[in-house]
T-cell receptor
Framework: AQTVTQSQPEMSVQEAETVTLSCTYD???????LFWYKQPPSRQMILVIR??????QNATENRFSVNFQKAAKSFSLKISDSQLGDAAMYFC???????????FGTGTRLQVFP | NAGVTQTPKFRILKIGQSMTLQCTQD?????MYWYRQDPGMGLKLIYY???????DKGEVPNGYNVSRSTTEDFPLRLELAAPSQTSVYFC????????????????FGPGTRLTVL
């Protein structure tokens, strides 16, 4: 069975600074996707970034990048030049190629201070 | 495109009442999903559908039923509401799944907050 663990219930960062959110996962599958979703107070789930496990290159999307360590089963999210609008819950999730099911972690609440 | 829409946004039920949460998507996606999010937790899959007429159980299906008569609609039915079903419910859809397509992103609706008293 797949599991996703986010060990940081809350994090905070100063505006314009960089913050890293941690995620570890466990799976017996060899092919899978990893995702970071953002959930602002509006509750809307928004895909931030995604990574295919077979790709060694870390994914980047503007100010968001990941550090994917396959052997360690680690998938951290780095937010550079943090903005007030980045304040939200962030969920790490995984999905095997062979299933239709997303497995979510418990989330990290990110606060951004001016 | 409206994307994924859910109704109602909020609902309070009494124990034992029944209700249907509506979900519609206008992206012609084959795959649709229902999740619940309990306070302080991530989302857990209740049911999903890979196309009209086909549904399957997720991690937490007990107490719920679904149907998929059209590509666009995927309603979730609660027959005998219990306090344990107090949660926020999210519907999502994706174009395909597995290895096909570009990452098969799931698009989420805005959620329905349900309270059972």
């Amino acid at each position: 069975a797949q599991t996703v663990t986010q060990s940081q219930p809350e994090m905070s960062v100063q505006e314009a600074e960089t913050v890293t959110l941690s995620c570890t996962y466990d799976t017996s599958e060899s092919d899978y996707y990893l995702f970071w979703y953002k959930q602002p107070p509006s509750r809307q789930m928004i895909l931030v970034i995604r990574q295919e496990a077979y790709k060694q290159q870390n994914a980047t999307e503007n100010r968001f990048s990941v550090n994917f360590q396959k052997a360690a089963k680690s998938f951290s999210l780095k937010i550079s030049d943090s903005q007030l609008g980045d304040a939200a819950m962030y969920f790490c999730a995984s999905r095997s190629y062979n299933t239709d099911k997303l497995i979510f972690g418990t989330g990290t609440r990110l606060q951004v201070f001016p | 495109n409206a994307g994924v829409t859910q109704t109602p946004k909020f609902r309070i039920l009494k124990i034992g009442q029944s209700m249907t949460l509506q979900c519609t998507q206008d992206m012609n996606h084959n795959y649709m999903y229902w999740y619940r999010q309990d306070p302080g937790m991530g989302l857990k899959l209740i049911y999903y559908s890979v196309g009209a007429g086909i549904t399957d159980k997720g991690e937490v299906p007990n107490g719920y039923n679904v149907s998929r008569s059209t590509t666009e609609d995927f309603p979730l039915r609660l027959e005998l509401a219990a306090p344990s079903q107090t949660s926020v419910y999210f519907c999502a859809s994706s174009r395909t799944s597995g290895r096909e397509g570009a990452y098969n992103e799931q698009f989420f609706g805005p959620g329905t907050r349900l309270t059972v008293l």
